[in-house]
């Protein structure tokens, strides 16, 4: 615990050339648009300038990627770089479930939905054991009691709501 | 005396002494769930609290912030798994301590020092006030430039090793910051003509990505870990009374965290590590750090501890947050009006003061929930990371939905999700982005109302704070050119295979007979942490 590589973390090489040469191409696409998106106010100060900001930025971000592919150590990619970019693909699938969550919400509802959500990621992720499907049910029932019951979050009710009788369908509206 | 009644007066409303147990409760639960973590919690909790009055809101979060590294200390010791990133150098002597069989004696001994370095910081931050309330007010435009400007430098040296990536991701926050509308000719700025982008990028949704979803994507596609629980004995109040024993350790660290904690950028990591080194220097058995030594265990819990009240201190004091969690507390005093900086030490004194008790309250309140709970509060070690992932999802949809009920939130969070599972992945850090975007913000408001009254260059420094800001900041950018330049090695693109080679035939030769052993004993001596659990 003595030397000063204690307090330094180290930065997984496979992947990184890819992710640095990425970055590096996107600030780069992005310091010559700077005409184009940003404009020169007239009579305006240098800090003022609309473009100052953005401009001193990419700038930054220009030179801080570059130089550090330029003190990389290996900047070809191999194997193992396309076996790390494989690992990125995963969070893919789940950004679906996400975003197909975020998207059924407003027509099913936000408990039917959460439950259905919960229930069947578990089921995917390989929890199979009725225990734990339970546990994910009583977790979302749980999340949608807390969050919009009680700290009433702003979730507009669903579309299917609408078909409830008018009794229930004003609880549903406003605290499922 | 009457700014304490009135800061009383604030706090004895049952709305708030609801959020401090809520807050204090789930913070100790959520910090001892290895993967979760206070950033996370935070992140998710943000949008939920604007609807409430801000002294509520705040207090939930502060106890969070406070809390968690208490409950981060319970697998630290037990499993080997810090609970949060902050309680990595608790596993160095924790952990062999619970081999040891003194598992009980190592928590009781976390606790005791997490609360001696809670309580020491808020006592600081209550000693400052009054100098903070009158040296708050000389902070101008240009000297929270500075400071703002500040900040960003530390938070990039900071991260040795990482120097250029983090200046790189800094600067990526910083122009976050800058698209949509600008402030002064309302022109749209990397806009690309979509209208979803004509109002920026919200922080919370940026944080919630960064923070909440990558941490989910994480734990979805990683594998579960057996998790298996040694046995312990020993009370868990004898840690108080040993505590004592190491009055040097205990003031050391928790003065180190103060410091670290103040200033903008740095945080726990850099508080625990000088901390640790220090105590072990000042030790009497050296040896004995990282094979379970008490010292140790009190020097990084006392320190991390002590952190989160000290970095209040520029948060409060000028609106400059020092760390991401801190730069997500500033939405809700935004959200509520409420502008943190010299103002609000001159207005609204007994809110500050408010704010102190409640995290004083807060430490008494975790260590009595610890004393109680933990024996229970070990099996919450055991939840599987793929379901704990399932639950952060369904959790961070209900962060990004609440704020606007928008998709393109929603969207733009996952997008930021992936970017987050990415550089967690390759170990790179996120929280140079949070403060990029918040501190950019600043900057560029500040340097704006700061230019219209300088003339010359020289104006811009010519009062005293500014003057030492800057002399900091050129102090800082010329010891680390120096320390670059010292340090500089050309690049060593040999294949591993002719690498092995020449220290192959180095060692025929006989000439570094030495060779072998140096470097196994640089191997065992290093120890570094990631940004996993950031």
């Keep these: 615990m003595s030397d000063d590589t204690d307090i330094q973390p180290t930065t997984r090489i496979a992947g990184q050339v890819i992710f640095v040469g990425a970055a590096l191409a996107l600030s780069a696409f992005l310091l010559t648009q700077i005409g184009r998106q940003t404009i020169w106010a007239e009579g305006e100060s240098f800090a003022a300038q609309p473009r100052f900001w953005p ?11 570059g130089l550090h592919l330029w003190r990389m150590k290996r900047r070809r990619p191999n194997r193992l770089d396309r076996e790390e970019m494989m690992r990125w693909v995963e ?12 998207f059924a919400v407003p027509i099913v509802g936000f408990l039917p939905m959460s439950i259905a959500f919960a229930i069947a990621l578990t089921w995917r992720l390989g929890y199979r054991r009725r225990s734990m499907l339970v546990l994910a049910a009583v977790f979302a029932v749980a999340v949608v009691i807390l969050f919009k019951g009680f700290l009433g979050v702003r979730i507009p009710g669903a579309a299917l709501y609408e078909l409830l009788p008018a009794g229930p369908r004003s609880f549903f509206l406003q605290y499922l | 005396m009457d700014i304490l009644f009135q800061a009383v007066d604030v706090l004895a409303r049952w709305d708030v002494l609801l959020a401090l147990l809520v807050g204090s409760i789930g913070g100790v639960a959520i910090g001892a769930i290895p993967g979760v973590g206070p950033a996370v919690a935070i992140a998710i909790l943000l949008p939920a609290t604007f609807s409430m009055d801000p002294i509520v809101g705040l207090t939930v979060l502060l106890g969070i912030y406070g809390s968690s590294m208490y409950g981060g200390a319970i697998p630290a010791i037990l499993i080997n798994t810090p609970g949060t990133a902050v309680n990595a150098l608790t596993t160095y002597d924790g952990f062999p301590m619970t081999l040891r069989g003194e598992g009980r004696r190592a928590l009781s001994l976390a606790y005791s020092a997490s609360f001696f370095g809670g309580v020491f910081s808020v006592i600081c931050l209550i000693a400052l006030s009054p100098l903070l309330a009158k040296v708050a007010p000389m902070f101008g435009s240009r000297e929270i430039f500075l400071a703002a400007l500040l900040g960003i430098l530390l938070v990039v040296v900071a991260h040795r090793g990482q120097m250029l990536v983090a200046g790189a991701l800094a600067a990526f926050g910083i122009f976050l910051s800058t698209v949509g509308l600008e402030p002064v000719k309302y022109t749209r700025r990397y806009t690309f003509e979509q209208t979803w982008l004509a109002s920026g990028f919200d922080l919370i949704v940026v944080v919630l990505g960064l923070f909440a979803i990558s941490q989910a994507f994480l734990l979805l596609t990683m594998d579960d870990e057996k998790v298996r629980i040694a046995k312990s004995r020993g009370s868990l109040f004898q840690g108080f009374r040993e505590l004592f024993r190491h009055p040097r350790v205990v003031t050391v660290s928790a003065s180190f965290g103060v410091i670290m904690g103040m200033i903008p950028g740095v945080g726990e990591f850099t508080a625990q590590f000088m901390s640790y080194t220090s105590a ?10 990282g094979h379970g030594s008490s010292e140790g265990l009190i020097a990084s819990e006392t320190a991390n501890n002590a952190v989160p009240g000290a970095a209040m201190i520029p948060l409060l004091a000028l609106g400059i947050p020092g760390e991401a969690l801190t730069a997500m507390m500033l939405s809700v005093f935004y959200v509520h009006n409420v502008v943190p900086g010299p103002g609000l030490f001159a207005f609204q004194m007994d809110f500050v ?3 102190y008790l409640a995290l004083l309250i807060l430490n008494v309140l975790v260590v009595v929930f610890l004393l109680i709970s933990t024996g229970w509060l070990v099996y919450l070690t055991k939840i599987p990371n793929r379901f704990l992932g399932m639950c952060i999802l369904l959790l961070s949809f209900v962060g990004v939905y609440s704020i606007r009920n928008s998709a393109v939130d929603c969207t733009v969070a996952a997008a930021f999700g992936f970017l987050g599972y990415i ?6 850090p996120i929280v140079p982005i949070v403060l990029g975007m918040v501190l950019g913000g600043i900057m560029e408001v500040k340097l704006r109302a700061a230019m219209t009254r300088v003339n010359t260059p020289w104006d811009f420094i010519d009062r005293p704070i500014a003057f030492i800001l800057f002399a900091i900041i050129l102090i800082i950018l010329i010891s680390t050119a120096w320390r670059v330049r010292r340090e500089w090695r050309a690049v060593d693109r040999r294949t591993p295979a002719k690498k092995a080679s020449a220290r192959f035939s180095r060692r025929l030769a006989g000439r570094y007979g030495r060779h072998f052993d140096d470097r196994l004993k640089i191997q065992r001596r290093k120890r570094r ?3 996993m659990g950031s």
């Design chain 1, 91 to 102: 969070p893919l699938e789940f950004m679906i479930w996400f975003m197909v969550f975020v």
């Design chain 1, 55 to 65: 401009g001193v930025s990419l700038a930054i971000m220009l030179a801080g990627f």
């Design chain 2, 280 to 289: 072990r220097k000042l030790s009497k058995t050296p040896d004995a750090f």
């Design chain 2, 529 to 531: 942490y990631d940004h």
């Design chain 2, 423 to 428: 550089l967690k992945r390759l170990n790179m």
């Design chain 2, 353 to 355: 003061v408010a704010l």
